[in-house]
């Protein structure tokens, strides 16, 4: 990807200042003007000394937030510019009990947590345990899940199982991202921000004019940043941890006739740039001097270093592209028809080194080529005491990934494929009914269908292993080809829900709601044992593993409280998860991975999220969640219940999230404005290891994350009047104020592979400038 003039840029943005501050200087006196991107109506409240009542579409249709019986937490277009949230990753802690993560070597994969529940496997074969969806369309893998999502209107996270309404795959909960609708009338905003590192990100936002029946609109962001990672003359490449990605999205209503309306909707994400770099932070001497590298040791280091030294070829690009179209149909004034049809792609390629250091020590890749189309007929409808919604959902996928490495010099080297297919059906519904005023009575019920298709090719030539040796280093013994490794199971599962709230006072609802959720079932792609035979290969490939299933209890409270100038919402929850999927890594062969469904677990916990205005325009808001999981029985792989001695992965004890919005000054052009936003996490284990070693096997505490905060800060002069209808944004901010180093991801590679391990840093402080113009 070619990159563009830094020197254009910034003579972009010094053409810019002046437009931001002189023309409000000469309007000083003018009447404020109206501005179609002004913020939305969370703001508004805020200046009449209330928070603004809040709608989501949680269940299917549009409800207050203060009485959805069901924990949710949903931030605005206000909060999301405010506080920097471009995709899913930034969301982290944003919500109780939420925790997102990029893989590691990563920037575009996600690992995301709801209440203790994840998957940390990023390959294609493996289900997410959250369901991501933008504008009604679930994303269907964790590869190139985190993308930008140009002009976010809306963010809903649905905590719990939702596996009525959203089925498969939200184990855990669900993520709703909705764009924002094309207005119908001229506007838009243009935003350009500089930071350290060169950093350079432009956004465009534009809103046409109706035209017949027509209303469209168009946004585009593009981000540069060097890495903050530098590297040596000999390295294999001249940075890591850069930035480098583009976003465009085009949004177009079609008023048919009077109740059909079309919602066509088109986005693509372009990420080329380097990846995080893989640091080396634990490696056996006598391993590695056994093996002829003696010196790797010497590389490691527990601390976030920003210089490296590396030889493999280092790359990650991820192309994303999706198409939706939403039709919805007003029969009459109860009942409404509405189809979401969605088709998405993704290409995605990286290269890593996976020992972070000059030494030839383990080389990898993976090309990825992955499809969805999904299909959801709903009908929703309502009368004088019943809510109801029914619906036909298909899900459709197919991906294949190419996975060469390469070990000790090219001593040891691997042809690792895999494809995968599915076909899922489900019919789904859920009523509403209020026998009197305060009570509502909840059931619904899915049953889902589904067929998993995989093909695994196997080929292997290694001085280790006699059955994978060959004379012809470029030659491989073919352990597994897809003639005769290509399984095919169906999975089905009934997932129910149930609630009864009860709103004692329109300030004071209360729920308890009971809920199950499932993840899918599958084939392990990616095991492979050189040690073995062909036969005894494709017999762990053909063994599928179970889906993974939760029910989940949950007591909750709504409060609005001080007249409206705040909310406090409380849950609790008990949580029975069954037939916990896990990915135990031998750290033998082509990724060495053994795939078991492990056991039981039990989960509960606590979460309070509340919001205050403390006085018109300043806004208080935090989230806390506690969190205890146990494992009830857990599996190893000679069949021993080692429960007891078993890590729970990507769940911290706490998390606590504050953040206060406030304006500072009111001047006659313009308001000043300052944000400040801390995210804390506990501790948290990152694989499924042993807490007390027993045998020499993976360790948990060698790949814990520790507590760590990260405070950002903002300070924005906003609304400034430019003349006509145009306003104006000055922002300073800064990321990671207190230059927080803490390695918050890992890769373990366990005792088969000498202890070693590598880690991925939080990244370093970052500053800079941004500068807005809305119209």
């Not at 690992?111 to 529940?117: A, C, F, K, N, P």
């Not at 009604?136 to 719990?160: C, N, S």
């Not at 009860?502 to 209360?510: G, H, V």
Request: contains cysteine.
């Amino acid at each position: 990807m070619v990159r563009i003039d830094r020197k254009r840029r910034l003579g972009a943005m010094a053409a810019l200042l002046p437009l931001l501050v002189t023309p409000a200087l000469r309007a000083q006196d003018a009447p404020a003007p109206a501005s179609p991107a002004a913020p939305p109506a969370a703001r508004a409240g805020d200046d009449d000394g209330r928070i603004a009542e809040v709608v989501v579409t949680a269940q299917r249709r549009e409800e207050k937030l203060q009485e959805v019986p069901l924990a949710v937490t949903a931030m605005g277009a206000e909060q999301i510019g405010s506080r920097g949230i471009q995709n899913v990753s930034d969301l982290s802690a944003l919500a109780p009990g939420l925790q997102i993560s990029k893989t590691p070597s990563n920037s575009t994969i996600s690992q995301i947590t709801i209440r203790g529940l994840s998957q940390i496997n990023p390959a294609i074969y493996w289900d997410p345990a959250v369901g991501v969806y933008v504008d009604g369309v679930y994303i269907g893998k964790a590869q190139g899940g985190i993308f930008d999502v140009v002009d976010l209107e809306r963010v809903e996270v649905l905590r719990g199982p939702q596996g009525t309404l959203y089925g498969r795959n939200t184990l855990a909960g669900a993520i709703n991202l909705i764009t924002k609708k094309p207005s119908g009338l001229f506007g838009g905003s243009a935003s350009i921000e500089i930071g350290n590192y060169d950093a350079v990100s432009e956004k465009v936002s534009l809103d046409l004019p109706k035209m017949g029946i027509v209303s469209l609109s168009l946004a585009a962001r593009q981000e540069q940043r060097d890495g903050w990672v530098h590297t040596t003359r000999t390295s294999s490449v001249g940075e890591l941890n850069d930035r480098d990605n583009n976003g465009i999205r085009l949004a177009a209503d079609f008023d048919f006739a009077p109740g059909l309306l079309g919602e066509y909707r088109f986005d693509r994400s372009i990420v080329d740039q380097t990846p995080n770099w893989d640091q080396l932070y634990k490696a056996d001497p006598a391993t590695f001097a056994f093996l002829g590298f003696p010196t790797l040791p010497d590389y490691a280091s527990h601390d976030r270093l920003k210089h490296a030294d590396v030889d493999a070829p280092m790359f990650e690009k991820s192309r994303v592209m999706g198409h939706s179209f939403t039709l919805s149909w007003n029969l009459d004034d109860v009942n409404t028809l509405k189809s979401i049809t969605g088709y998405r792609m993704l290409d995605w390629d990286d290269s890593l080194d996976l020992d972070g250091s000059p030494l030839d020590v383990a080389f990898t890749q993976r090309f990825t080529d992955y499809h969805q189309f999904s299909q959801d007929l709903q009908w929703l409808g309502h009368a004088d005491r019943v809510n109801w919604v029914a619906g036909f959902y298909y899900f459709g996928d197919d991906g294949k990934t190419n996975n060469p490495q390469e070990f000790f010099a090219g001593g040891v080297r691997y042809d690792s494929r895999y494809s995968t297919k599915t076909h899922a059906y489900s019919g789904y519904g859920q009523v509403d009914y209020k026998p009197i005023d305060p009570l509502t009575l909840t059931a619904g019920v899915r049953y889902t269908n589904e067929k998993k298709d995989l093909t695994r090719t196997f080929g292997c030539n290694s001085f280790f292993y006699p059955a994978c040796t060959n004379a012809d280093p470029a030659v491989f013994n073919y352990l597994m080809t897809p003639d005769t490794v290509a399984p095919s199971k169906t999975f089905g599962a009934t997932t129910p829900m149930a609630s009864v709230a009860w709103q004692f006072t329109p300030d004071f609802n209360t729920y308890l709601r009971y809920a199950e959720g499932f993840k899918s079932g599958g084939f392990n792609g990616e095991f492979s044992d050189p040690a073995g035979t062909p036969a005894s290969n494709a017999a762990e490939t053909d063994r599928a593993f179970k889906p993974e299933k939760q029910r989940s209890l949950e007591l909750g409270a709504k409060t609005t409280l001080f007249d409206g100038r705040g909310f406090l919402n409380t849950a609790l929850f008990y949580n029975k998860a069954k037939d916990l999927q896990e990915s135990i890594f031998t750290g033998t062969g082509a990724a060495g991975t053994i795939v078991r469904n492990a056991g039981e677990a039990t989960i509960y916990g606590a979460e309070i999220e509340g919001q205050f205005v403390l006085t018109p325009g300043t806004r208080l808001g935090f989230n806390y969640a506690y969190l205890h999981p146990k494992y009830d029985e857990f599996f190893d792989e000679n069949g021993n219940d080692v429960a007891d001695n078993r890590a729970f992965v990507h769940a911290p004890k706490n998390t606590l999230n504050l953040f206060l919005d406030a304006r500072l000054a009111q001047l006659g052009w313009g308001e000043l404005r300052g944000v400040a936003d801390y995210a804390y996490t506990a501790s948290f284990f990152t694989y499924a290891y042993q807490l007390h070693p027993v045998d020499p096997a993976q360790v948990a505490d060698d790949s814990k994350v520790d507590a760590y905060g990260i405070l950002n800060l903002r300070l924005a002069l906003t609304n400034v009047k430019l003349g006509g209808t145009a306003t104006g944004e000055l922002a300073l901010w800064c990321r990671n104020v207190t230059d927080e180093d803490t390695a918050n991801n890992f890769i373990d590679f366990g005792p088969g592979f000498g202890s070693l391990t590598v880690a991925n840093f939080v990244d370093p402080r970052t500053f800079g400038i941004t500068g807005i113009v809305r119209w």
